[in-house]
């Protein structure tokens, strides 16, 4: 069945690091990529998507591409700030009238000053 | 624009007791999604409702889980029995429609003692 597989976290990173969170898929067809913000006590936060391969989805200095030959939709942000901690997750919506999102396990981020 | 609205936002109760969570979606959103997420788990998806039909529910358990969205509007999720498994944090989500971009409430926090 379709699924989607991050890297382990946690994340530790200084402020202004480069930040990279692996994100690969299964899926049948050609689903909707995304990556979801959780911050802490809050609820989840769409952060950006795709809908098709070699679209790049990006918002609030963070970008991920899709891409099909890899099944991959990794999250880039150049300079992480203090206020990027948070726990991240990818996610894939399949296609039709009753495709649902499934979630990878979540990165959680922590960034140091 | 008022977001999802969940309560509570956090209960405890023993093995074998009742719970009943609520959430209001946001005004004219005609798809409703719970989910349950489990401590260091991505959200999986319970059931999915269309107005006030349900769509999707191979997921949720049936035997001590229901949920209902009466005038395709408010929704409550109740388990009975509960069990130490089902501590967890439960997610209710909205979207226009179904292809839509699902915005989340903050969550209910459940502890199954």
């Known amino acids: 069945g379709n699924s989607v597989t991050q890297m382990e976290g946690p994340v530790t990173l200084s402020e202004e690091a480069f930040l990279t969170i692996n994100c690969t898929y299964t899926?049948?067809?050609?689903?909707?990529l995304f990556w979801y913000v959780q911050y802490p006590g809050e609820g989840l936060q769409l952060l950006l998507k795709a809908t098709k391969a070699d679209d790049k989805g990006s918002n609030k200095g963070f970008e991920a591409t899709y891409r099909k030959e890899t099944t991959s939709f990794h999250l880039e942000k150049g300079s992480v700030q203090v206020s990027d901690s948070a726990v991240y997750f990818c996610a894939l919506k399949e296609g039709g009238s009753q495709g649902n999102l499934i979630f990878g396990k979540g990165t959680k981020l922590s960034v140091k000053p | 624009e008022a977001g999802v609205a969940q309560s509570p936002r956090y209960k405890i109760i023993e093995k074998r007791q009742s719970v009943a969570f609520w959430c209001n979606p946001i005004?004219?959103?005609?798809?409703l999604y719970w989910y349950q997420q489990i401590l260091g788990q991505g959200p999986k998806l319970l059931i999915q409702?269309?107005?006030?039909?349900?769509?999707?529910d191979s997921q949720l358990p049936k035997d001590r889980f229901s949920a209902e969205r009466l005038k395709g509007v408010d929704s409550t999720l109740k388990i009975q029995p509960a069990k130490l498994e089902d501590s967890a944090v439960y997610l209710c989500?909205?979207?226009?429609?179904?292809?839509?971009?699902?915005?989340f409430g903050p969550g209910t926090r459940l502890t199954v003692l």
């Open positions: 899926a049948t067809g050609y689903p909707s």
């Open positions: 989500a909205s979207s226009l429609a179904d292809r839509d971009t699902q915005y």
């Open positions: 409702f269309q107005n006030n039909g349900v769509v999707d």
């Open positions: 005004s004219g959103h005609a798809t």
